[in-house]
Nanobody
C-alpha cells in the first residue's frame, strides 16, 4: 500500500503562485509515476501533471507554461509549482501514484494523464484563486 499526503494548498489572488507537495510512503516499486489531478465543483476530475522516476513529464494544455512538476532527489516527494494562477485553477488538487509503470512515450503519458486513474490517491488539498 502507498500512502500519499498533500500539503501547500491555500488561497491566492489571480496572478499569484503556490507550490503543492505530496509525500509518498509505503511500498514503492522501482518503476512508478506520480502526479496531480484536480476537481472543481460540478466538474469532472482532470489530470494536471504527471512525472515518472525517469523524470519524464506531461502537463495538461491548460497549465502549460504556468505549472511545473518535479521530484525531490529521493523521488518520494512530488511538487507542483503553480505560477500565474487563474480563477479557473480553483479546485481540490489530488496527488496520485501508480506503481509498476512509467510514462513510456509522449502519447502514453498523454493517455495516462487524460484517461487513466492511478491506483493510489491522497485526500486532496484545496486551491482557491480569487480574481
Amino acid at each position: 500500500q502507498v500512502h500519499l499526503v498533500e500539503s501547500g494548498g491555500g488561497s491566492v489572488q489571480a496572478g499569484g503562485s503556490l507550490t503543492l507537495s505530496c509525500a509518498a510512503s509505503g511500498y514503492m516499486t522501482p518503476r512508478y509515476y506520480m502526479g496531480w489531478f484536480r476537481q472543481a465543483p460540478g466538474k469532472e476530475r482532470e489530470g494536471v501533471a504527471l512525472i515518472d522516476v525517469k523524470n519524464k513529464t506531461v502537463l495538461a494544455d491548460s497549465v502549460l507554461g504556468r505549472f511545473t512538476i518535479s521530484f525531490d532527489n529521493a523521488k518520494t516527494t512530488v511538487f507542483l509549482q503553480m505560477n500565474s494562477l487563474k480563477p479557473e485553477d480553483t479546485a481540490m488538487y489530488y496527488c496520485a501514484a501508480e506503481m509498476g509503470s512509467l510514462l513510456f512515450s509522449d502519447a502514453d503519458a498523454r493517455r495516462k494523464l487524460e484517461r487513466d486513474l492511478p491506483a493510489h490517491w491522497g485526500r486532496g488539498t484545496q486551491v482557491t484563486v480569487s480574481s
